[in-house]
């Protein structure tokens, strides 16, 4: 694209989804879930741990989640 190039929204093909609210989405139990998964004190005595990344490690460095497990659920927590 060129800068300061006029785009006009008919030239512009874009799919829009719109998500749910997670207000009612998720149970008690689900959320209580979510924050056992990443509570540090857990965490510590299953000799797991956290990357920067948010990957969670086990106490030989083995991944046992992706980068950005702990930090998505972070974000979903901080919405409800």
Known sequence: MRPNHEI?????????????????????SDIEALED????????????SVSVYGSV???????LFKNGFVLAIQKVLSKI
Request: glycine fraction near 4%; charge should be negative; proline fraction near 8%.
């Open 57 to 63: 490690k086990d106490e030989y460095e083995r991944p």
């Open 37 to 48: 998964a990443i509570d540090e004190q857990k965490m510590v005595e299953r000799g797991w």
């Open 8 to 28: 006009h929204a008919e030239q512009v093909h874009q799919r829009v989804t719109i998500l749910p609210a997670l207000n009612g989405l998720l149970l008690p």
